[in-house]
Every structure is written in structure tokens, then in C-alpha cells.
């Protein structure tokens, strides 16, 4: 039986209701005046009263709503009352399109607020002190803040669910569910998995999957984004810290630490700093001083995926147009992403030749480290232990996929996320903030900025045009300061294209192409561009970008809770402004990996070597689990 | 029920079978909109929205595409007189989902159908094809140019909820039956985002009757406010339960007198979302304005345990609930709990005030009808059987041990 139904994927209900925005504010008609709280504010037509209130600094709470999802109005914590009806209404849910007049704090409203937490209280089985998400709870804040003093419905004293640890990624404990659905709406309107919905009714509804199965026997792609919009602790990843630690104290260990692009642009808010400012050298220092024997940079290997994606993408578009060979499938997509190869495996499994056969810059890492690395300090490999700081969830997935062990042991140990590290740093004793700045270390060093902005969508594509364009045409890419606005931004789906002109003579055949590309964020929208694909669409286009997470990385399942357009925008920004501050923009340009084409990878990219331990290959999945 | 003839007042007199349909296609969309605003038909569902209104707010809105449904979905426990309607009169009802249909400019409508009343679906398909055969749908309907209307029968899947409107809605779309956020409300984004009516079965058997006669003779049966005739199902301790069509404004004492109730110590009006009146509040009126009924009619005599009756009723919210929103899916529980501690004597009056006062908001915070309904037995029988539930000792229905 089949895991998932396309059709009506989101009930009508949980599809925005809302009235769209007016653009032009000013054109008559499209603002409306209410009153809250007895003061006057014009607001633009269709906003919801949640929105009007936290617009005009009128803090009203909130649970099961969140910026990223549609309206639920479950969990009923943000009602107000609104004169002239009976019941109070929920001001997430509720669109103004006449003249109101709303209270946010009357007695019966507060009341109803405080009896609200105390029935989730109710039925919530977990510890504060011991959970994932203390401090950074929505309902621990909101137990705080609307003076709940005891349990007035009492509280369970044993849990009620088996917590589930099937999965490599994502665990659930659902005795600290509240049944907001924020899961549910990711996964479905997101993400369009579908894995999580609620089933039963009255008393009995639950969170489940399709027949109640532990999620690794599922559909789960493990993007964590279910996790990244969970307002408890309920959604948690698997965390491998202790074994981390263990491996550091052994002393017979050599411990060696990659962290990716997007960590480093989030990591300061789990130190309570704003988002948009990236702590890569603090990080560095702090990872030194946890114990890591080495602190290597995971941009490294993504401009060496740079080298191999690209040359693969160069070599289907010589045997398709040159030795005319229609098996050569085009588009090539991206495959950096784990939780969209986990996608395109189970939903898309007739075209997985079209994935680029590369590996993720994670497991490529992992794969040099235990074999070029352990050569050149002369470490025995068995020695090494590999940890990945990774943005992501489903990288923790992708380590152990049972095919990631080329280099003779499993390339990557440990995917450790953004939230998971800042914990150690933590226990540690550290303060991120105010640690001092260092380098990465030999022999991978300093990389490219290419390699940086992997960490937001379209950063790949980018990435991939200034090194292919250069390479064809010996020219840089035409765009002020290598800023290729065409692959930035947070829109869907993009699609642009670049002419190649005045070749160099061996890429003649490349001569007058218009290389068309495709980027798309969030699997929704992966799953729009398959359909494309499918319908013929995309015939022409030569290259499509696809990440799992909405924003890419930067908004990764494993990255600072919580999560929001606003928050990744500004960590887009950090990693842009911090690459167009790196001497080396380009991956081809980076001198450690001339280096290792010219010691390791001897057959160059795309050759025997580099297909041996930096290339793939993929499961085909189906939505059939066995 | 029985299928005898019934005497009534306006449902349960004679109809000539298409008279309606035939004289409403030669009125104007506004003359219907007048008569049924003269008649003040309210809806026969439990909410009593006045019908009207809600047609016209489904005949101003712009859209391509309408519908009509009509909700026979009938749930609430102690209601079966929509059941008799589709039995016995089936004309009524589909000649009015014809009629709103040519009114608001809708050219389909579903009768959404207790599944248990699977039974009548032949039946009730048969009646269709013949009222095509007439010319009662379909197309040029009763030779009107350019009318088109048909009707499908969906069954329900047994959920009390799928009786609200919304959830309604969202399982005729074939979604988990769940309410929807209100506004925006059916008459503007309803059946796949289309304006729908959604009316009773029994709002929709009494349109027929005021087009043919008027909205001013309509008034001449009930209250003021309370206009026309009601179809009540009695059930529980009297000699004649069955479905009775009387006057609105019919008092609990002449209703009970009617039905040979004997011995009658509690009446509960409006199904287990309905409120529970003791001896004292017998005088009162079967009317929106007073009691307000969709039609259930529970009557208990003096041998029954009022806690056991509340037990039941909150049982069955705990079940019926859809689960989605906090007050209603935690709170029926824990009035259910609250309940039975009354039972087994474990209770504090305390935390029995702080459950009344948890009724409360769950009267005004929940999402839909169900939970806003639900404390209503709860609230309505310990504060009218007090006596009995918490001072009585040894009488044979005590409960405190
Ligand atoms: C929980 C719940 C169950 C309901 N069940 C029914 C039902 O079985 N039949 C019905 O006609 N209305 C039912 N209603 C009322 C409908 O939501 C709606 O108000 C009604 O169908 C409107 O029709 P009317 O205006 O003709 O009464 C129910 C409401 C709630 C909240
Ligand atoms: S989920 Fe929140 S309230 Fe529950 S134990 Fe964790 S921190 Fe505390
Ligand atoms: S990890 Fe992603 S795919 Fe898996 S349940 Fe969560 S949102 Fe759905
Ligand atoms: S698991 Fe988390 S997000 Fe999902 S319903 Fe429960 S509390 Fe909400
Ligand atoms: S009030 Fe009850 S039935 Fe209605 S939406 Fe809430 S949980 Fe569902
Ligand atoms: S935040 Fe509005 S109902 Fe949950």
C-alpha cells in the first residue's frame, strides 16, 4: 500500500484562508480602521487580527500558528474577544474585513488563555530540566507567562508513548506533544512528504505516521523540518554528542571536525545573539578548545563537488551534444542535499539518473579524510574519528547509508547539528561570542567563498557558474563582483539562464548555448519542478539546483529554533557578506584543491580515483516501504 | 418511526408533489428572498440562523460555481425526525434544495446522509430519477429556460462532527471531517472554496410550504420570533415517543401531557448539546427565545440517576470530539473525569467550580459547535439537579458512597 496520496495532500481547512494583502496600501479601500484595546489603528485589508496586534506592538500569544504555515487555530491560546460576538474568536485565524473592535487581555479572555495551558499541562509528560528544548520552549514560556502556579487538571505521572528512536534523524516523544500540528503542516504543505498526520479523534487524536510505523519505516526524508516548527520538545534529532565526547576523551582518538557553510551564519543565536552575524573563527577556537584534533572547513569539499559535479555536468553535455548520446539524461540535478535525495528516491525514483553522481561535500570530506588525510599526517585511519557540524538533520541519514564507506571505514562518524554543537560548546564552558578567532587547519586550510554560500539557495548554482562559465570561456562570470543575483533570494523557483560566447576552442561546442538553470528550496516546490520535468518542460534547461530545506541550509533541520522568513533571510545575508570579504571567490581558484588533484585525485576530477571515493550511487525507494 | 399519517401543521399536511418547484420558477430570486424573509424561517439545525439571510449572503456572493447541501447528517443523540422527513416527504426536502438552488444560482446540491440511513438510499435515488423523469431536475427545470439542477446523495462515515457545517464540508471533499476556521463561512467559501448553503433537512422541507401559501400565513402558527411549526423527537420515559409536529412556543408541560410523560423529573431539550431542565422550568417555551431545540426531546422520570445521564452525555463528547482544538479534545475529558468522581464521591467542591468555570470557557473558546455545546448538559444538570447530585442521601439514585 502506498504511503502517501497526492491528492488533497492539505485539507482545504489548513490552506490559507487569508485575503491577500493589498500591494498598494494607499489606493482607497485597502486599509481598514479598528480598534484594539480601545485605541485606534488603521491595518490593510484581509490582516488577521494576530498580525494587526503584533504589528502594533500589542503582544497577543500564540502556539499552534506559525509564520511559515498556514492557519490551523487549534490550539485556541491566542483568543480575543471581538464586540458584538458571543464566542471568543482566534485572532490568528480571523481576517479583518470590517470595522472591529477587538479586546486582548478582558477577564474572560485571560481566563480562557490560563485554562487553555493548564489543559495542555494536563496531558504533558516531560521534565523541564531534562528536555531537549529547556529555555526554548513555547510552552514552558507560556506556562511562565500567564501565571500558571500549579497543575489546576492535574498532570500525568507516567508517559503514555514509547518514545520513537528508530530514525538516524528525527525522534519523537510524543508525551510532549500539544497537538498544535505544526509538524503535520510542515510535512505536508512544506515539504509535501506527508509522513506526519493526526489520526483518531476526541481524547485519542495523536500524531502518527502511516500505520503507526517508527519513522525510518517510512517515507521520512529526515529534513527536520518538522523539528525546526515544533513549539516543544516533542521533535528532537539523534543527538551523537556523548559518543563525540567519548571519542575525544579516548585518547588513542584523532578527532577530526568539518563544519559546514550554514552552522557557522546561525550559531551566535543559540547564544542569544541576533540573527545575521556568522562566528566562523569563534567557532574554530571553541572547537579547539572542546578537544577536536583538527578543525577543518566542510567549504573545502564543497569546492572540490564544485570540481566534480561540474566536470560531470560539462561531460553529459559533451556525449549529449557532441557524441549525440540520448542516454545522457539532462537536466543534472544536485545531490548535496540528503534530505532531497531521500525525496527524489522515494517520489521520484524513474529519474534518478539524472542525479548528479556526486557526493555531498559532508560524505566527500569524510571519504579525503580517511584516506588523502590520514596519508599525508600519516595517521592511521582506523584512528580517525570524523565529525560533521551539518545545518541539516538528514545528514545524519547520509553518514550512514550503508554505500558512504569508501574509504575502507564509514567516511563520516558523526553528523552533529548546529543546536547539538552549541551544546557542547556549552558544556564546555564557553561562551561563543567572546572566544577569540582562529584559521582552519592543514593541509585543507582556507576555501573558497563558492564554497560559503552553499549554505543558502542557489548558492550551489552560483557556485557552479563561476567556476563552469570560467572554465569554458576563460572569463569570469559577467556579473558585478561575481554576484549572481539571478541564483539569490528566497522566491520558490528560479529559473535564469547565462550565454556562453567566444568559448575557449575545446568547449566548442558549447558555443552560443544559453545555459539555462533551475533553483528550488523546500520539496514542495522540488516537487513542482519534477512535475515540470515530467511534463516536458524543462527539456532545455541544463542544470537545477534543489535543496530540501525552505532558504537551503540556512534553514536546515538542525539549525537555532526557531525559524522564520525573516531569521533565514538574515543568515543568507551573513554568508554572503562574509564570502565577499574571502581573497578566493571561485572554487577552481582554491590552491589546496589544485593541490589534491595534483597529489591524490592524480586522474583528475571525474576520473578513476574521484569516482572511487567522491561519487555515488542512489536507492531507488518508491513510496513503497518494505 | 411509524409510517401512519400523520396530523400536523404544516409539514405533516398534504403536498402536491412539484407544486412548489412549478410556482417558484415563475418568481423572481427576490420575491423567494421576500416570502422566506415574511416567514422568518429560522434554521432547524440547532443554530437558528435565519434562512434568509443566508441565502441571500450565497446569492450576492460572485462566483462561477455554487452548491447546496443539505445537511442530513442528523447526530445529535435523541434526534430522528429528519429521518421520518426523508422517509415520508421526501418531495419537501428535495423540491427545497431545488428551489434554493434556483434562488442563490447553484446547479448542484448534495443531501450529505447519516450513514446509519444507508437503508434509504434506494429509496431516496429512486425518488430522484422519477423527479427527473418530471422534470424536477435536470435540466429546463419545469420548463424554466436555462435552470439546471440535480442532486447527489453522499453517505457520512458516522462521525457526530461531520454534522457541523464545516467538518461537513470538508468530508464531502473527502478531507478528515474537521471544522474549519470561521469567517470566512460557507455562504462565501464553502464546497471546494464556492459559496454553499448548508440547511437542515427540515429548514429545507418548509420552504416548499411557504412558497406555495406565503411567508405571512407561515406566521400564523408559533411565536413572534419563533415563526411556524417544529418537528420534535421525543424520546425516553412517556408512553408515545415518536416524531410530533406542534406549534412553536408549545410549553414542556403540554408537550409532556401530549406524549404521556408520567412521573417526569428531568427533560433534557436539544440532544446531549442541549440543556437539561428540571420540574420547576417546565413552563417553559419550546422557542429560540427560550428553549431552543433542533429538535430532541429526552425525557427521565424520577427513577433516573441525573449523574449516570450527565455520565452518558460526556461520554460521548469525549468521543465525538474531532480532536483538534485544546478546549474541546482536554476539556470534555476532564469534565467527564470531574463527573465521575462525583459518582464515586471523590470530588472536592473546589475543583467542581474550577471544572464549571473550565465549562465556561469552553463555551466560548472552543472552535466549533460541538465544544461551545458540549458543557451545556454539564453546566444545565449540576446546577438544576444540585439537590439530587450532591445533597441526597439514600433515596435510590444517590451516587455518594
Ligand atoms: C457538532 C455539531 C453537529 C451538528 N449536527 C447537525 C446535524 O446532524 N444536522 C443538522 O442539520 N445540523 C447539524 N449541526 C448544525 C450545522 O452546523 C448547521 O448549523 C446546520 O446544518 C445549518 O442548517 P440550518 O440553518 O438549516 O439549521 C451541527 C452542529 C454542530 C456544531
Ligand atoms: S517540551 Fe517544553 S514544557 Fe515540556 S518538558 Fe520540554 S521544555 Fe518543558
Ligand atoms: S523530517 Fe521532514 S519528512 Fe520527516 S516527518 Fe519531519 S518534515 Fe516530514
Ligand atoms: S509534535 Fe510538536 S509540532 Fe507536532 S503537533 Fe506535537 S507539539 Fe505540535
Ligand atoms: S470544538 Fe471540538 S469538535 Fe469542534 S473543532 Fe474543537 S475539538 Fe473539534
Ligand atoms: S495560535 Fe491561534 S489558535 Fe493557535
Given at each position: 500500500m502506498s504511503t502517501n496520496n497526492n491528492?488533497?495532500?492539505?485539507?482545504?481547512?489548513?490552506?490559507?484562508?487569508?485575503?491577500?494583502?493589498?500591494?498598494?496600501t494607499t489606493t482607497i479601500g485597502s486599509m481598514i480602521s479598528i480598534e484594539i484595546n480601545e485605541k485606534k489603528f488603521s491595518v490593510p485589508f484581509g490582516t488577521t487580527i494576530l498580525e494587526a496586534c503584533r504589528d502594533n506592538q500589542i503582544y497577543v500569544p500564540s502556539l499552534c500558528h506559525h509564520e511559515d504555515l498556514c492557519i490551523a487555530g487549534v490550539c485556541r491560546i491566542c483568543v480575543v474577544e471581538v464586540e458584538g460576538m458571543k464566542t471568543l474568536q482566534a485572532s490568528c485565524a480571523f481576517p479583518i474585513t470590517q470595522q472591529i473592535k477587538v479586546k486582548t487581555t478582558s477577564e474572560r479572555v485571560r481566563r480562557a488563555r490560563r485554562h487553555i495551558i493548564d489543559l495542555m499541562l494536563s496531558e504533558h509528560y516531560g521534565e523541564c530540566y531534562s528536555c531537549v528544548r529547556n529555555k526554548n520552549c513555547e510552552l514552558q514560556n507560556l506556562a511562565g507567562e500567564y501565571g500558571v502556579d500549579g497543575f489546576t487538571f492535574g498532570h500525568p505521572e507516567k508517559p503514555v508513548f514509547e518514545i520513537d528512536r528508530s530514525s538516524y534523524s528525527v525522534m519523537r516523544d510524543m508525551n510532549k506533544c500539544v497537538l498544535c500540528r505544526r509538524c503535520?503542516?510542515?510535512?505536508?504543505?512544506?515539504?509535501?512528504?506527508?509522513?506526519?498526520?493526526?489520526?483518531?479523534?476526541?481524547?485519542?487524536?495523536?500524531?502518527?505516521?502511516?500505520?503507526?510505523?517508527?519513522?525510518?519505516?517510512?517515507?521520512?526524508?529526515?529534513?527536520?523540518?518538522?523539528?525546526?516548527?515544533?513549539?516543544?520538545?516533542?521533535?528532537?534529532?539523534?543527538?551523537?554528542?556523548?559518543?563525540?565526547?567519548?571519542?575525544?576523551?579516548?585518547?588513542?582518538?584523532?578527532?577530526?571536525?568539518?563544519t559546514a557553510p550554514s552552522p557557522r551564519a546561525a550559531i551566535g543565536e543559540e547564544f542569544g545573539m541576533p540573527a545575521g552575524k556568522s562566528y566562523t573563527r569563534e567557532l574554530n577556537t571553541a572547537l579547539r578548545r572542546i578537544g577536536f584534533d583538527k578543525v577543518f572547513d566542510t567549504n573545502y569539499s564543497a569546492d572540490l563537488t564544485i570540481m566534480e559535479e561540474g566536470t560531470e555536468l560539462l561531460l553529459r553535455l559533451k556525449k549529449k551534444l557532441v557524441d549525440k548520446d540520448d542516454s545522457v539524461k539532462l537536466p543534472q540535478f544536485t545531490s548535496c542535499s540528503p534530505g532531497w535525495v531521500k525525496f527524489i528516491e522515494h517520489f521520484y525514483p524513474e529519474y534518478l539518473d539524472y542525479l548528479s553522481t556526486a557526493k555531498s561535500p559532508q560524505q566527500m570530506f569524510g571519504a579525503i579524510t580517511k584516506t588523502f588525510y590520514a596519508q599525508e599526517s600519516g595517521v592511521n585511519p582506523e584512528d580517525i574519528v570524523t565529525v560533521a557540524v551539518m545545518p541539516c538533520s538528514a545528514k545524519k541519514f547520509e553518514c550512514n547509508r550503508p554505500e558512504m564507506t569508501d574509504s575502507g571505514f564509514k567516511d563520516v562518524d558523526y553528523g552533529l547539528t548546529t543546536r547539538e554543537l552549541a551544546k557542547m560548546i556549552k558544556e564546555a564552558g564557553l561562551h561563543l561570542p567572546e572566544l577569540p578567532k582562529s584559521d582552519f587547519d592543514d593541509p585543507f586550510g582556507e576555501a573558497s567563498g563558492a564554497g560559503l554560500i552553499f549554505g543558502a539557495t542557489g548558492g550551489v548554482m552560483e557556485a557552479a557558474l563561476r567556476t563552469a562559465y570560467e572554465l569554458v570561456t576563460g572569463r569570469e562570470v559577467p556579473f558585478e563582483n561575481l554576484r549572481i543575483e539571478a541564483c539569490r533570494g528566497f522566491e520558490g523557483i528560479k529559473q535564469a539562464s547565462v550565454k556562453l560566447e567566444n568559448v575557449k576552442t575545446e568547449w566548442k561546442f558549447l558555443e552560443g548555448v544559453d545555459f539555462k538553470f533551475v533553483v528550488a528550496h523546500g520539496t514542495a516546490n522540488a516537487r513542482k519542478v519534477m512535475e515540470m520535468l515530467k511534463a516536458g518542460e524543462l527539456n532545455d534547461v541544463h542544470f537545477i539546483e534543489i535543496m530540501a530545506c525552505p532558504g537551503g541550509c540556512i534553514g536546515g533541520g538542525g539549525q537555532p529554533i526557531p525559524t522564520s522568513p525573516e531569521i533565514r533571510k538574515l543568515r543568507a545575508k551573513a554568508i554572503y557578506e562574509e564570502e565577499e570579504s574571502l581573497p578566493i571567490r571561485k572554487s577552481h581558484e582554491n590552491p589546496h584543491i589544485a593541490y589534491i588533484y595534483e597529489k591524490f585525485l592524480t586522474d583528475g576530477p571525474c576520473g578513476h580515483i574521484s569516482h572511487k571515493l567522491l561519487h555515488t550511487h542512489y536507492t531507488k525507494r518508491g513510496d513503497f516501504i518494505v | 418511526m411509524e409510517k401512519a399519517k400523520r396530523n400536523g401543521l404544516v409539514l405533516f399536511t398534504d403536498y402536491q408533489q412539484g407544486s412548489a418547484v412549478k410556482k417558484a420558477v415563475t418568481l423572481t430570486r427576490d420575491d423567494i428572498l421576500f416570502e422566506l424573509r415574511e416567514a422568518k424561517l429560522k434554521g432547524r439545525?440547532?443554530?437558528?440562523?435565519?434562512?434568509?439571510?443566508?441565502?441571500?449572503?450565497?446569492?450576492?456572493?460572485?462566483?462561477?460555481?455554487?452548491?447546496?447541501?443539505?445537511?442530513?447528517?442528523?447526530?445529535?443523540?435523541?434526534?430522528?425526525?429528519?429521518?421520518?422527513?426523508?422517509?415520508?416527504?421526501?418531495?419537501?426536502?428535495?423540491?427545497?434544495?431545488?428551489?434554493?438552488?434556483?434562488?442563490?444560482?447553484?446547479?448542484?446540491?448534495?443531501?450529505?446522509?447519516?450513514?446509519?440511513?444507508?437503508?434509504?438510499?434506494?429509496?431516496?435515488?429512486?425518488?430522484?430519477?422519477?423527479?427527473?423523469?418530471?422534470?424536477?431536475?435536470?435540466?429546463?427545470?419545469?420548463?424554466?429556460?436555462?435552470?439546471?439542477?440535480?442532486?447527489?446523495?453522499?453517505?457520512?462515515?458516522?462521525?457526530?462532527?461531520?454534522?457541523?457545517?464545516?467538518?461537513?464540508?470538508?468530508?464531502?471533499?473527502?478531507?478528515?471531517?474537521?471544522?474549519?476556521?470561521?469567517?470566512?463561512?460557507?455562504?462565501?467559501?464553502?464546497?471546494?472554496?464556492?459559496?454553499?448553503?448548508?440547511?437542515?433537512?427540515?429548514?429545507?422541507?418548509?420552504?416548499?410550504?411557504?412558497?406555495?401559501?406565503?411567508?405571512?400565513?407561515?406566521?400564523?402558527?408559533?411565536?413572534?420570533?419563533?415563526?411556524?411549526?417544529?418537528?420534535?423527537?421525543?424520546?425516553?420515559?412517556?408512553?408515545?415517543?415518536?416524531?410530533?409536529?406542534?406549534?412553536?412556543?408549545?410549553?414542556?408541560?403540554?408537550?409532556?401531557?401530549?406524549?404521556?410523560?408520567?412521573?417526569?423529573?428531568?427533560?433534557?431539550?436539544?440532544?446531549?448539546?442541549?440543556?437539561?431542565?428540571?420540574?420547576?422550568?417546565?413552563?417553559?417555551?419550546?422557542?429560540?427565545?427560550?428553549?431552543?431545540?433542533?429538535?430532541?426531546i429526552m425525557i427521565f422520570n424520577s427513577k433516573r440517576?441525573?449523574?449516570?445521564?450527565?455520565?452518558?452525555?460526556?461520554?460521548?463528547?469525549?468521543?465525538?470530539?474531532?480532536?483538534?482544538?485544546?478546549?474541546?479534545?482536554?476539556?470534555?475529558?476532564?469534565?467527564?473525569?470531574?463527573?465521575?468522581?462525583?459518582?464515586?464521591?471523590?470530588?472536592?467542591?473546589?475543583?467542581?467550580?474550577?471544572?464549571?468555570?473550565?465549562?465556561?470557557?469552553?463555551?466560548?473558546?472552543?472552535?466549533?459547535?460541538?465544544?461551545?455545546?458540549?458543557?451545556?448538559?454539564?453546566?444545565?444538570?449540576?446546577?438544576?439537579?444540585?439537590?439530587?447530585?450532591?445533597?441526597?442521601?439514600?433515596?435510590?439514585?444517590?451516587?455518594?458512597?
Open positions: 491528492n488533497h495532500r492539505a485539507p482545504v481547512s489548513q490552506k490559507p484562508l487569508k485575503v491577500p494583502k493589498p500591494q498598494d503535520v503542516r510542515t510535512c505536508i504543505d512544506i515539504q509535501e512528504v506527508g509522513v506526519l498526520e493526526a489520526v483518531e479523534r476526541g481524547d485519542k487524536t495523536k500524531i502518527s505516521t502511516f500505520f503507526d510505523r517508527p519513522l525510518n519505516d517510512v517515507i521520512c526524508i529526515n529534513c527536520g523540518q518538522c523539528i525546526n516548527r515544533c513549539p516543544t520538545g516533542a521533535l528532537f534529532t539523534n543527538d551523537p554528542s556523548d559518543e563525540i565526547w567519548a571519542a575525544i576523551d579516548d585518547p588513542k582518538k584523532h578527532v577530526v571536525i568539518q | 439545525g440547532g443554530a437558528g440562523f435565519p434562512t434568509s439571510t443566508k441565502w441571500m449572503l450565497t446569492a450576492a456572493a460572485i462566483a462561477d460555481k455554487k452548491y447546496i447541501v443539505c445537511n442530513a447528517d442528523e447526530g445529535e443523540p435523541g434526534t430522528f425526525k429528519d429521518r421520518v422527513l426523508l422517509l415520508e416527504y421526501p418531495e419537501l426536502v428535495f423540491e427545497g434544495m431545488v428551489i434554493a438552488g434556483y434562488t442563490i444560482g447553484a446547479e448542484y446540491g448534495f443531501v450529505y446522509l447519516r450513514g446509519e440511513y444507508n437503508y434509504m438510499l434506494k429509496s431516496l435515488n429512486d425518488y430522484l430519477a422519477m423527479m427527473r423523469k418530471e422534470n424536477l431536475l435536470g435540466k429546463d427545470i419545469a420548463g424554466k429556460k436555462g435552470f439546471n439542477f440535480d442532486i447527489e446523495i453522499k453517505l457520512g462515515a458516522g462521525a457526530y462532527v461531520c454534522g457541523e457545517e464545516t467538518a461537513l464540508i470538508e468530508s464531502l471533499e473527502g478531507n478528515r471531517g474537521e471544522p474549519r476556521n470561521r469567517p470566512p463561512y460557507p455562504v462565501n467559501r464553502g464546497y471546494l472554496g464556492y459559496p454553499t448553503i448548508v440547511n437542515n433537512v427540515e429548514t429545507l422541507a418548509s420552504v416548499p410550504h411557504i412558497i406555495n401559501k406565503g411567508g405571512e400565513w407561515y406566521c400564523t402558527n408559533g411565536t413572534d420570533k419563533s415563526t411556524g411549526s417544529k418537528l420534535f423527537s421525543v424520546s425516553g420515559d412517556c408512553e408515545k415517543p415518536g416524531v410530533y409536529e406542534l406549534p412553536w412556543g408549545t410549553t414542556i408541560n403540554e408537550l409532556l401531557d401530549l406524549v404521556g410523560a408520567k412521573d417526569t423529573k428531568a427533560v433534557q431539550v436539544g440532544g446531549a448539546s442541549g440543556v437539561c431542565l428540571n420540574q420547576e422550568q417546565f413552563g417553559r417555551k419550546l422557542a429560540y427565545e427560550d428553549a431552543g431545540t433542533g429538535g430532541s440517576s441525573m449523574i449516570k445521564v450527565l455520565k452518558n452525555f460526556m461520554e460521548f463528547f469525549v468521543e465525538e470530539s474531532c480532536g483538534q482544538c485544546t478546549p474541546c479534545r482536554i476539556g470534555n475529558r476532564k469534565l467527564l473525569e470531574g463527573v465521575e468522581m462525583i459518582e464515586k464521591g471523590t470530588f472536592t467542591f473546589g475543583y467542581i467550580n474550577s471544572l464549571k468555570e473550565l465549562a465556561k470557557t469552553m463555551q466560548i473558546a472552543s472552535k466549533c459547535g460541538l465544544g461551545q455545546s458540549s458543557p451545556n448538559s454539564f453546566l444545565s444538570i449540576l446546577e438544576n439537579f444540585d439537590d439530587e447530585i450532591f445533597h441526597s442521601k439514600g433515596n435510590g439514585v444517590s451516587h455518594v458512597n
